[in-house]
Every structure is written in structure tokens, then in C-alpha cells.
């Protein structure tokens, strides 16, 4: 079976710019999770859905992010005006279960604002 | 809210030493407990978990830790270090009991592994 499959892996922009980060959860997982990863702040949970539903997005640091599932298999994060603070490793995550903790990760989205 | 401290960001051992990282956490439930190791530009992958049935906890490559109640560690532990074992590796406590919690991962700022020959 094919993994978590996030696009792109890097992407440069300027500041200002608006960023769409993508990612296809495994098939049969009901669970997505947006997660950021930055040297100051460790791994951060952005928000997580449970069958295309929003479930807890208090983790989203401010309006100028915003996560949608419009469907099982497809999930963005969008980032508008981008800014160099928003410059970090964004990861997606699914998981078949609501108890197992198992998550599995994709590669990450490297983004860069300049 | 749960949350874990992993002390010391960066160890390294001698290929065939011990392997012992630290992990304390904080909790007002019994926790779930998990082990994730990250691979340099790969995303983060399950090592084990504890989820209050047995202890001593074993998980994939010859990693495994204990839960340990009255020190409120975690800690990983393997016999013997391999070169193929240099990674960040990082605890993770979640929310269990809430719904969909158990799924809610914290993690711990990461502990990067390195292994010399």
C-alpha cells in the first residue's frame, strides 16, 4: 500500500504569497493530522479530522491558516498571506483507529518564505 | 494536559553500546505512552507504544522501554547501537479518554542519536 503522500516537498515563496500544502492519507484512514515541525517549537498539531470532519483545530496558529477535507482520500492546508515565521516542515498524518496512536507520517512539505 | 520531557537533545554512543533515552512524562490519567523515530528527511514512524498492558514494552529493531508509574518515565533503551540506528527519535503521550483522543499525539522535543564508529 502506498503511504501518506504530501506535495509538495519543498516550496519557496515570498512573503505575502498564498501557499497550499496537499496530502493523501492512506486509504481506509479515517483519522488526518496536520502537524508543523520547526527547531524552536518541536512538532506541533495543527488540526485533526475524523471522517472529513474538523475535529480540533486549536492548535491552527492564526486565521491566516486554514485546513479543508473535502473528501477521504484528499486533505490541504492553506496559508494566506504567508509569512518568514510560517517557514518550517509541514507534516500530514493518518491513522486507521481512534485508540491505537499509531500515526503514519508522509515525507513532510518543506516551505520557506522569504 | 498530558506532556513529555525528553532530557537531552542530542546523545551519542560507540557502535555496540547501550542505547538510553530519556523520557519523563506528565499526566493526571493513566497515559499512552509511544516512541516515534524520524529518519533525515522522512516523516516520523511508530517504534512502540504502551498502552497499560504489559510494562516492558518491545518494539521494531531491537528498541523496547519500560513504564515505570512511581518515576513517571518511559525510557528506550537497546543493547546494542547500530550505525543504522542514528535518528531523532521522540516520545509522545496522548490524550486518551477524550474523543478520538487517543489519537491526539504530544510529542517531546526529540532526542537526535548519534552513533560513532
Known amino acids: 500500500d502506498a503511504g501518506v503522500i504530501q506535495s509538495p516537498r519543498h516550496e519557496v515563496t515570498e512573503m505575502g504569497q498564498e501557499v497550499t500544502l496537499r496530502c493523501k492519507p492512506i486509504?481506509?484512514?479515517?483519522?488526518l493530522f496536520w502537524y508543523r515541525q520547526t527547531m524552536m517549537r518541536g512538532l506541533e498539531l495543527l488540526i485533526y479530522?475524523?471522517?472529513?470532519?474538523?475535529?480540533?483545530d486549536s492548535g491552527m496558529p492564526e486565521d491566516r491558516f486554514s485546513a479543508k477535507m473535502p473528501n477521504a482520500s484528499f486533505s490541504t492546508l492553506k496559508i494566506q498571506p504567508s509569512e518568514p515565521r510560517d517557514s518550517a516542515v509541514y507534516f500530514c498524518?493518518?491513522?486507521?483507529?481512534?485508540?491505537?496512536?499509531?500515526?503514519?507520517f508522509g515525507e513532510g512539505s518543506r516551505l520557506t518564505v522569504l | 494536559a498530558q506532556s513529555v520531557t525528553q532530557l537531552g537533545s542530542h546523545v551519542s554512543v560507540s557502535e555496540g553500546a547501550l542505547v538510553l533515552l530519556r523520557c519523563n512524562y506528565s499526566?493526571?490519567?493513566?497515559?499512552?505512552l509511544f516512541w516515534y523515530v524520524q529518519y533525515p528527511n522522512q516523516g516520523l514512524q511508530l517504534l512502540l507504544k504502551?498502552?497499560?498492558?504489559?510494562?516492558l514494552v518491545k518494539g521494531i529493531n531491537g528498541f523496547e522501554a519500560e513504564f515505570k508509574k512511581s518515576e513517571t518515565s518511559f525510557h528506550l533503551t537497546k543493547p546494542s547501537a547500530h550505525m543504522s540506528d542514528a535518528a531523532e527519535y521522540f516520545c509522545?503521550?496522548?490524550?486518551?479518554?477524550?474523543?478520538?483522543?487517543?489519537?491526539?499525539?504530544?510529542f517531546g522535543t526529540g532526542t537526535q542519536l548519534k552513533v560513532e564508529l
Open positions: 498524518a493518518s491513522s486507521r483507529d481512534r485508540d491505537s496512536g499509531e500515526l503514519f
Open positions: 486509504s481506509g484512514h479515517d483519522y
Open positions: 499526566s493526571s490519567v493513566p497515559p499512552y
Open positions: 479530522f475524523n471522517n472529513n470532519v474538523p475535529i480540533d
Open positions: 504502551y498502552t497499560s498492558a504489559a510494562t
Open positions: 509522545a503521550v496522548s490524550d486518551q479518554g477524550l474523543t478520538g483522543g487517543g489519537n491526539k499525539l504530544t
